[in-house]
């Protein structure tokens, strides 16, 4: 989810789309989730592109921010779902690992455009 999201959003390129799309469906696929990546991903698509308050929240900290706004409310609703506290404790690690992989991937290009 961090490459979709970071190229996608922080970094968008028009050609990335259909592919963002695609790894979306192949995450529903994969976690047989039944397009829950897919309308979540698309849902944040527009709303960050169809809103202007919401593009200046993603440039903060090169979007890690955001990301982990969008990260975290799609993990607690899927921990949430099947309301157990190892779906919870699953989503809270997901999230956390999420999140530092996202951080040391705006590190990596960081330092890579200088």
Do not use: H
Request: with cysteine; hydrophobic share 60%.
């Amino acid at each position: 989810m961090v490459p979709i999201f970071y190229y996608s959003f922080v970094r968008p390129r028009t050609e990335f789309l259909p592919m963002a799309i695609l790894g979306t469906l192949l995450l529903d696929y994969n976690f047989d989730t039944m397009l829950f990546w897919t309308a979540a991903f698309c849902a944040a698509y527009a709303a960050n592109f169809f809103q202007t308050f919401a593009r200046s929240a993603v440039q903060l900290a090169g979007g890690l921010w955001a990301f982990a706004g969008f990260i975290g409310i799609c993990l607690s609703v899927l921990g949430l779902w099947a309301f157990t506290f190892r779906s919870i404790g699953a989503a809270l690690w997901a999230f956390t690992l999420s999140a530092t992989v996202y951080w040391i991937w705006t590190r990596i290009l960081k330092t890579n455009d200088r």
